[in-house]
């Protein structure tokens, strides 16, 4: 039966997710590859918290508050496991065209999280760095963003990349205005542009690119996220929503990574 819900708990507390203990050993789908088979920089597009909430019975929301527990799970795991990146896809550049009460919870979300996460992100010694625009996001939002983000840059852990109004395209079309206004200046030759420039000219400048996009709930597609990044990412595709994600399935990604054979166009 679903949930009774009271719509005064619209805006309620999100609920504390269980933490692997620190110490705990490698879970047995990884025990047996060796760590160079992980990948190191993990993006993810976390989708089916709609419809995850809606099998249940449950307003959309819901699944967006359940989906900020998958968030903790996931970077915890991470955390554990090693990793260097973890690149989260929060809200797309096109996700504005979303009902404004959905709008306003996920502000909601974000800027909760911000604040009740920032014990954990220290504690887990996490530098957390946000990718997009920071136009259309409330002040409010960016206030506790930047506060979490200035807190964490003297940590050296794992990055925590938090893709927020992020658009792949509207990403390219900045760089390219920063490039072609560093070419006008003077600053820059036309000939010397080269993929390095367009890198570093990208949100995402001085970060690795993913080594393994996972999407979830089924959708083969890749909605605009790190469109120059992605170019030589491996693919995993679970048909489990976003709020369904959780340790095991991370240890299935990483798995199936870790048995691709990444060839970059060569033979090997
Ligand atoms: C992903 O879940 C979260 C965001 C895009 C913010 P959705 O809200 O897209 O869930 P579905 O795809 O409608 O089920
Ligand atoms: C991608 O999910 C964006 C995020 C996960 C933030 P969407 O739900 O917006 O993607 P589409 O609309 O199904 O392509
Ligand atoms: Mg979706």
């Known amino acids: 039966m ?3 819900r009271n719509t005064d708990d619209l805006f309620g507390k999100v609920s504390d997710g269980e933490l692997p203990p620190a110490d705990s050993p490698l879970p047995t789908l990884l025990s047996d590859i060796p760590r160079e088979r992980f990948p190191r920089h993990i993006a993810v597009i976390m989708d089916g918290n709609g419809r995850w909430a809606q099998r249940q019975g449950l307003p959309r929301i819901d699944g967006h508050r359940r989906g900020v527990e998958s ?10 496991l090693g990793m260097e990146q973890l ?3 929060c809200l797309s550049s096109e996700n504005w065209k979303r009902p ?3 709008i306003d919870f996920l502000m909601h979300l974000l800027e909760q999280y911000m604040i009740e996460e920032r014990t954990t992100i220290m504690e887990n010694n996490l530098r957390v ?5 920071r136009e ?3 002040d409010q939002v960016l206030k506790e963003l930047d506060k979490t983000v200035e807190l964490s840059s003297t940590n050296d852990g794992m990055w925590l990349n938090l893709a927020i109004n992020y658009g792949g395209r ?4 900045d760089a390219i205005q920063k490039i072609a206004a560093d070419v006008a200046s003077g600053q820059q030759s036309v000939e010397a542009i080269s993929e390095q420039t367009v890198s570093e000219n990208l949100y995402t400048a001085g970060l690795d690119d993913p080594d393994l996009l996972v999407r979830t709930a089924g959708e083969m597609r890749i909605s605009n996220f790190l469109l120059w990044q992605i170019s030589y990412a491996e693919i995993w595709v679970t048909e489990a929503c976003w709020p369904e994600f959780d340790e095991a399935a991370l240890h299935q990604a990483i798995a199936s990574f870790a048995g ?3 060839k970059f166009g060569g033979l090997n």
Request: hydrophobic share 20%.
């Open 2 to 4: 679903p949930k009774e």
């Open 71 to 80: 968030v903790r799970r996931t970077s915890e795991e991470c955390t554990r």
């Open 87 to 89: 690149t989260l896809y």
């Open 100 to 102: 404004q009460q959905e």
């Open 129 to 133: 760095r946000m990718i997009g625009r």
């Open 136 to 138: 259309d996001i409330p």
């Open 170 to 173: 509207r990403e390219l079309v």
């Open 260 to 262: 691709r054979n990444r």
